[in-house]
Every structure is written in C-alpha cells, then in structure tokens.
C-alpha cells in the first residue's frame, strides 16, 4: 500500500445552507461549503494520513479555483482535476429538526461534470500509481456522459489491476437522462470488488428489499439485512464483500446507526450506536466508506474492525458541520472501545 494512491471520481458541488435549522422560506442567509459524495471519501481517508487522488471534472473560474484550494486544504490530491465547462453544480441545504426532514434542492443541470465525455480523462495516467478506484451511482445518475466516463474508469481500474469499490447511493431526482438506474448500475457494479449500500439503495436500484422492514420504525434489524447482502452477491458473484448501512430514523435529530457486512461466507455485525442530537447528518455514508477502505487497507483481514472502524466514523460526522467528517483515526479508534462519554479532552 505504501505510496500507492486511491482514487475517487465524481461531482463536487457548491453547498449553501440554511443557518440555525431555519427553513428556506425564512431564511435571509446561507452558508457557503463544498461537498459531494466521492470527494467526501478523498477527505476521510486524507485526513487518515493514506494518499488520495480526487478526479472530477471543474468550470475556469474562482468557484472552480475555490473548489481545489479547499481540497488541498485536506491534503487531497487535484492533479489529475480536468478543467473545463461554464459552472460548478450547486445543492441547497435545509437542515430539519424532530419531525421536519432536512431538505435538499439540486442546482445542478448543465454543471462541468454533467458535461463530461469519454476520453477527456486520461485513465493511464491517473491509475499509473493507484491502488484502489472509488465511485457512486451518483455520478452515472448526473449525465450519459458521466455514465460513460464511470464505466470508462471502472473497466481501466479492473484491467490495472485495482480494487475497485462503489456506494449504491441512489438519489431519485437525479436520474432524467433518460435511463434507469436499473438499466445503468449493472454494468458498472459487476466491476466491483466492495459494494455498500444503506437499506434502500438496494431495493431502488436492483430490486432487492429486506423482508418485513419499515426503515421509518426508529429501528432496523441486523438480521434482516443478511437477504439483502446474499442477494446482492449472487447477482454480483465477483464482489468479495458486500456491506449495508443501517439507519434507523426515530425523528430528524435521533438515529440509530450501525451495519452489516458479507464477505460471502460469514455475516459481521457492527455496534448499534444511538446519535440523539444530530448536528448534520449530510455525508454520513461517504464518512462510512472512507472509514471501510481505510479498515480494509489497515486491518488486513480483520473484516469486523474494518466495519466497526466504519460505523464508528460515521457516527462521529453526525457531530459535525458541513460535508466532510473531520475526524482523526485516533478520535473514531477511541470511539470503537466505548468512549461515549464526549468529555472534554486536555
């Protein structure tokens, strides 16, 4: 592993949010920060100290500019970016509270990436020194070209030779190219070595629901997720382990979070960690996924410690403001022993 690279691919966005849980409707003021899925994995595993390369594709301008001194910021590497296009997407957030769901708008539409096209990111090059590739199903759900592109980078990973992951990660009211998701994500998916989802990417992508299980009850069960991960390495054999995110959602500030792993012969459950007073919940299954390759690539073997490791890191970005989980391996390690207490640190 040591100086081989990981890399992410995806949309980065511009990210304006309600101040203080106000609604849109009322507020007179939004907060300026950036984040999307695959950059928030590039983020995590930075902070952990592994080397990590973002690709994405960025308008000429001071947002675009912005986007990259923020990542440097993070030690994520911006060299193999692709420049070009007029604008950087967008995404309004409003964060909800007990009853009232957070709310997100998309800005999206005609942003650098969505324009994208094969061939515009020479794969050689930023695979040359890569270990590891990571993308979502919110990348070929932005644009046909952002399909091709993905499918053009998951195909040159696997022929280097790289561990390839994917996050499920469906989101309804991306997907108006014209395809659906069910149409597209096979094809990409069956290049994967990691597939995680939460508990109803599954269903909203291939098909595949847990049995019996109402995700807005407050509480999911471990076992009944088991079907799930089968289900999803029979139809994808080549995946050597198949992961779920548990979210039971008891109201907008208090969740239960844990997961499930397959490694197709033997089923790993995580703690169950009960998150009372969410502070922001955005990247919570990105903060995940870095925590997974991060455990993979540094418990070798140890798949129960890659997943506690996971859940525990992700249960530390709820904490925290804005996409990125800002957390240090010592601080979620500390947390995987059961220091909950939050004491102050001196």
């Known amino acids: 592993m040591a100086g081989k690279n990981i ?9 304006l949010a309600t ?3 106000q609604r849109f409707t009322q507020a007179n003021m939004l907060s300026v920060s950036f984040g999307g899925g695959e950059a928030n994995v590039a983020v995590s595993l930075a902070n952990y100290g592994l080397p990590v390369e973002y690709v994405t594709r960025l308008p000429q301008n001071d947002f675009g500019r912005a986007v990259v001194m923020e990542l440097r910021r993070h030690n994520v590497g911006t060299k193999h970016i692709v420049w070009g296009g007029e604008r950087l997407g967008i ?3 409003e964060t909800g509270s007990n009853a009232r769901p957070s709310k997100v708008i998309y800005d999206r539409a005609h942003s650098a990436i969505s324009e994208i096209k094969p061939g515009m990111v020479d794969w050689d090059g930023v695979f040359g020194d890569a270990c590891w590739f990571h993308w979502t199903g919110i990348t070929p759900a932005i644009s046909e070209g952002a399909a091709e592109v993905c499918l053009e980078a998951v195909k040159k990973a696997k022929q280097k030779g790289l561990t390839v992951s994917c996050d499920l990660n469906y ?4 997907w108006k190219w014209g395809k659906s998701p069910g149409e597209v994500m096979p094809a990409l998916a069956e290049h994967c070595d990691v597939i995680l989802g939460n508990e109803e990417d599954a269903e909203k992508v291939f098909g595949i629901k ?3 299980v109402d995700v807005t009850a407050g509480k999911v069960e471990h076992a009944a997720y088991e079907h799930v991960c089968q289900r999803l390495k029979e139809k994808f054999p080549q995946a050597k382990k198949v992961i779920i995110t548990l979210r039971g959602s008891v109201s907008a500030d208090y969740n239960t979070w844990s997961g499930i792993l397959y490694n197709g012969e033997k089923f790993f459950y995580a703690p169950v960690y009960h998150i009372t007073d969410i502070v922001d919940r955005v990247g919570g299954g990105d903060a995940f996924m870095g925590g997974l390759i991060y455990g993979f690539l540094t418990y070798t073997g140890d798949d129960q410690k890659a997943l506690n490791f996971a859940v525990a890191a992700s249960c530390l970005k709820h904490t925290i403001h804005g996409d990125f989980n800002l957390v240090t391996v010592a601080e ?5 022993k059961g220091d909950v207490s939050g004491r102050v640190v001196r």
């Not at 989101?171 to 991306?174: D, G, S, T, V």
């Not at 979620?332 to 995987?336: C, G, I, K, N, P």
């Open 7 to 15: 890399v992410t691919f995806g949309e980065i966005m511009m990210r």
């Open 19 to 21: 101040p203080e849980r």
């Open 91 to 93: 995404y309004f957030l």
């Open 171 to 174: 989101r309804k009211n991306l």
């Open 210 to 212: 847990a049995p019996d």
């Open 332 to 336: 979620v390690e500390q947390l995987m």
